[in-house]
């Protein structure tokens, strides 16, 4: 983007699937940041009534994952540098749709908003690029097997592909953070000290630069109040488990210990990805990728009946109209049919009247004087000047 007026300032909140970023992002919303409007978000389910996404930006990016050749799920090989070979120069990455359309759906005005999506963990370098700021981030993490188990319950996602799911996507987020004015959090201790996290990421959003901080009224109790315990379903197992590999247990380690505020946040030094990782997710991006190109061709069908059903919901009506109208005309026609019958029955009448007079004795009689009348009419008409 070339102009910082197109969006507001933005706080993005950034964590995995199934991590507690609605519960986060619903606090700051009662801490002063605007949200997605209404019109805009994407509809609450059951286990997440609220999920204070914008629909617009989560299908761009989607559409964007799927440019690059992945899926929410099935995340893309992403080579250094591959953000600065995505374009939308050649067309649109969805129905139209470019960054700054899907940022203008969003968000309206110049408050400071919080916008929350998943897949900024994997996507935060193109938005990095493009955004020109000012910009922060509150990074959310949860432990890996409450996640998965989380993914298993919700989509019936198998515990191992959860588990190389979160692994990918918090490496990347911590990757993309760097730089960045940043306040990590685990979503247990927002969940289990709602009020000692409200306190201090409140004193971090005070001092964020210039534009950043929110511009609403803050109401700390509320947010305070939001976050409950019964949003989490799923604990850390004490002690661990098998499922979790040495590489995760890692990196739960190193999250651990960069819980707070980072003012300039610099990646942490992690090793090497678990093995078999790449391979669970390479194996399942194909799949993932024809399931959304199914779902993208049930939607388009789903379109084309709702399409098809309001015509003939309007040729319905114009034939309601149609036959009132011709009800009408056969009226009118019996109405007409009825006047031209009585007509020649009076027609009749009259024509027997007149036989009968002319069949009559007194018109016989008559007749030598209305023959004299007419000669001297005519007589009189011949010497008239």
Request: proline share 8%; with cysteine; charged share 25%.
């Amino acid at each position: 983007m070339s102009d910082a007026d197109h969006h507001p300032p933005l706080l993005l909140v950034v964590g995995m699937h199934r991590s507690g970023t609605s519960a986060v992002t619903g606090a700051l919303g009662l801490l002063g940041y605007a949200m997605p409007v209404a019109e805009d978000r994407i509809a609450g389910s059951p286990s997440n009534p609220e999920h204070w996404e914008s629909l617009s930006l989560s299908l761009f990016d989607e559409a964007l994952l799927h440019r690059l050749g992945g899926t929410w799920d099935g995340p893309p090989v992403l080579t250094p540098g591959w953000e600065r070979e995505v374009t939308v120069s050649d067309g649109a990455v969805s129905d139209g749709a470019d960054p700054e359309t899907a940022l203008a759906a969003a968000f309206r005005g110049e408050r400071p908003s919080a916008w929350k999506d998943p897949r900024i963990c994997l996507l935060l370098p193109y938005w990095r690029s493009r955004l020109p700021g000012p910009l922060a981030a509150l990074f959310v993490w949860r432990s890996p097997l409450p996640v998965a188990r989380s993914l298993l319950e919700r989509d019936g996602m198998p515990v191992p592909h959860g588990l190389a799911l979160w692994e990918r996507y918090n490496r990347l987020a911590l990757a993309s953070l760097d730089g960045l004015d940043t306040y990590v959090v685990e979503y247990g201790t927002v969940v289990d000290e709602p009020g000692a996290f409200v306190a201090s990421v409140g004193t971090w959003l005070a001092g964020l630069p210039d534009g950043l901080s929110a511009a609403g009224q803050p109401d700390a109790e509320a947010a305070v109040a939001s976050i409950s315990a019964g949003l989490r379903h799923q604990v850390p197992e004490p002690g661990g488990s098998p499922a979790v590999s040495a590489e995760q247990s890692e990196l739960v380690s190193i999250l651990t210990g960069l819980d707070g505020p980072h003012r300039a946040f610099a990646p942490p030094a992690i090793g090497d990805e678990t093995p078999g990782v790449s391979a669970v997710l390479q194996s399942l991006r194909p799949v993932t990728l024809r399931r959304d190109q199914l779902a993208s061709e049930v939607e388009l069908v789903r379109r084309r009946l709702a399409e098809l059903s309001r015509e003939l919901e309007h040729a319905n009506s114009e034939l309601h109209y149609v036959r009132r109208g011709l009800e009408a005309t056969e009226r009118e026609r019996d109405a007409l049919k009825d006047e031209r019958d009585a007509q020649r029955e009076a027609l009749a009448e009259a024509t027997g009247k007149l036989e009968d007079l002319y069949a009559s004795t007194s018109w016989k009689a008559t007749k030598p004087l209305r023959d004299s009348l007419a000669r001297l009419d005519r007589a009189r008409k011949r010497t008239s000047p």
